[in-house]
């Protein structure tokens, strides 16, 4: 699915990538609870495109923020 052009290296980088977003995903859902929708939603377009270490820290710093 990948083609010829892409190497064995660069599908491992996709997959992880793809690793890293969706235990973050599993993450931000777990304290989904403890945000306002916006906040939600921002913080998982953020991860979406293809920003997950930004997502992490804002979604840190919301809840550091609110105590939890």
């Known amino acids: 699915?990948?083609?010829?052009?892409?190497t064995k290296q660069?599908?491992?980088?996709v997959m992880q990538k793809a690793d890293e977003l969706?235990?973050?995903l599993k993450t931000l859902n777990g304290n989904k609870k403890k945000m306002t929708?916006?906040?939600y939603r921002?913080?998982?377009?953020?991860a979406l495109?293809?920003?997950v270490?930004?997502?992490s820290r804002g979604m840190q710093k919301?809840?550091?923020r609110r105590g939890n």
């Open 37 to 39: 929708q916006q906040e």
């Open 42 to 46: 921002t913080i998982k377009g953020q």
């Open 62 to 64: 919301l809840m550091r």
């Open 53 to 55: 270490i930004a997502a």
């Open 10 to 13: 660069e599908r491992i980088m």
């Open 22 to 24: 969706t235990e973050f």
């Open 1 to 6: 699915p990948y083609g010829d052009a892409v």
């Open 49 to 51: 495109h293809g920003d």
